[in-house]
Nanobody
Framework: QVQLQESGPGLVKPSQTLSLSCTVS??????????WAWIRQPPGKGLEWMGA???????YYSPSRKSRTSISRDTSKNQFTLQLSSVTPQDTAAYYC???????????WGQGTQVTVSS
């Protein structure tokens, strides 16, 4: 059973960088052909795909946030990380990590972590 667990600060100040980690257990982030994604849900809105890192380490980003987003991984910790720079209150959301099967399909999700951007 694959499990994902998000971690990071729940409160970030405007203009700062949001940094979240997702620790994976029960499966390796280097196993072909899975991807590992970050998805968020702002209050009252639908899910927004932030980006993903593939099993080879290649990264993919949402075009609308590509300039502010960075996804990396630490294979020794079986962990991948989201960094979102220059945050604004519009980046307030529940952030989820998930295992991607491609084509918008996900089979395992973390429980999510709420991040609020506020001074």
């Amino acid at each position: 059973q694959v499990q994902l667990q998000e971690s990071g600060p729940g409160l970030v100040k405007p203009s700062q960088t949001l940094s979240l980690s997702c620790t994976v257990s029960g499966g390796s982030i280097t196993t072909a052909y899975y991807g590992w994604a970050w998805i968020r849900q702002p209050p009252g809105k639908g899910l927004e795909w932030m980006g993903a890192i593939g099993y080879t380490g290649i990264t993919y980003y949402s075009p609308s946030r590509k300039s502010r987003t960075s996804i990396s991984r630490d294979t020794s910790k079986n962990q991948f990380t989201l960094q979102l720079s220059s945050v604004t209150p519009q980046d307030t959301a529940a952030y989820y990590c998930a295992r991607s099967l491609g084509w918008g399909q996900y089979d395992y999700w973390g429980q999510g972590t709420q991040v609020t951007v506020s001074s």
